[in-house]
């Protein structure tokens, strides 16, 4: 069992549908990051959180340490935002632990 | 552009071939990576250098030779390859409390 679990692993939806993605971890972390990966490998890391929640533009990402949870959320997503979303966590220093991704499919 | 370049995007060889695999930063970052991703898998750590020492070699077989000889280069050399082998190669650097920033990868394919 990998220490990070991503679902769905595959979602397909309309445009404009809000989207989420969800993360569990089964180990004590120190950051978890939330990655998208455009077809061609490319990878851009788009939000490190510890705690709480953090927002940038239409992307939301929260984190639940008691739980071991966080959600990515996509509001009106847009066939743009078509790509695979991974989750990652640090363990210690610089290790960096990632989940199997989330292929993500917006129709126009 | 993410500032971590890598070279080349895509690369063929043969199983007896020689190669190396570049990766640059000037983002200043103290921490350098490699990365293995192999279809429906999830990214794998192979090596990690930090201020330019390597601190974890992930089990990756010797046929894979990492160096890092400043902080801002970093190369994969690559012989005697196998098949399998053939994957997307991510080169990623950070610095401590920050986030990570990754290259574009080269695809590989060993034949």
């Known amino acids: 069992k990998n220490e990070v679990e991503q679902s769905p692993q595959n979602l397909t939806a309309q445009e404009g549908e809000f989207i989420t993605i969800n993360c569990s971890y089964s180990v004590g972390i120190s950051a978890l990051h939330w990655l998208q990966q455009h077809p061609g490998g490319g990878i851009v890391s788009l939000f490190m959180l510890s705690s709480g929640k953090k927002k940038h533009g239409r992307l939301i990402a929260t984190i639940n340490i008691q739980e071991k949870h966080s959600s990515l959320h996509i509001t009106a997503s847009h066939p743009r935002d078509s790509a695979v979303y991974i989750c990652a966590v640090t363990l210690g220093a610089q290790k960096l632990v990632f989940g199997q991704g989330t292929r993500l499919t917006i129709n126009p | 552009e993410t500032g971590v370049t890598q070279t080349p995007r895509h690369l063929v060889m043969g199983m007896t071939n020689k190669k190396s695999l570049k990766c640059e930063q000037h983002?200043?970052?103290?921490?350098m990576y490699w990365y293995k991703q192999s279809a429906k898998k999830p990214l794998e750590l192979m090596f990690v250098y930090s201020l330019e020492e390597r601190v974890e070699n992930n089990s990756v077989p010797s046929r894979f030779s990492p160096e890092c000889p400043n902080s801002s280069h970093l190369f994969l050399h690559l012989h005697t390859l196998q098949p399998e082998d053939s994957a997307l190669y991510l080169c990623?650097?950070?610095?401590?409390?920050?986030?990570?920033?990754f290259g574009s990868g080269t695809r590989l394919t060993v034949v």
């Open positions: 990623a650097s950070s610095q401590a409390g920050y986030g990570y920033t």
């Open positions: 983002l200043g970052h103290n921490a």
